[in-house]
């Protein structure tokens, strides 16, 4: 898909040993924006779905870019992962693209 403001995004998930993990993430556009957004949905799996456990936005206004992180403690035995969103608002042009994480399993 082509965008006409949204130039790129991604999502990243690092264990830190001991049930902590960050979760982080950017979106980036060509130009300044009126509101640049990033979502992160911290994911785990279970009996072969995908469930949504936490949800964290960040926005910047007439910006081009806009990152954001969380240190989080999770459940062991589990696969996670993060869905993001990256949004752009511009006028009457809103876009938005996804970018998921590999799985990554905390023991």
Known sequence: MTYQT????????SDNG??????????????????IGLT?????????NW???QSYDCTSS???YVSGGQN?????????RVFAEHTAYNGSTYETGYSYTEAVYIP
């Open 6 to 13: 949204l130039s790129g995004g991604s999502s990243q998930l």
């Open 72 to 80: 989080l403690g999770v459940s062991s035995g589990y696969y996670y």
């Open 51 to 53: 469930y949504t456990l």
């Open 18 to 35: 001991n049930g902590k993990i960050t979760i982080s993430g950017y979106t980036s556009t060509y130009s300044p924006v009126s509101q």
């Open 40 to 48: 992160l949905h911290l994911q785990y799996l279970s009996n072969g």
């Open 62 to 64: 007439n910006a081009s």
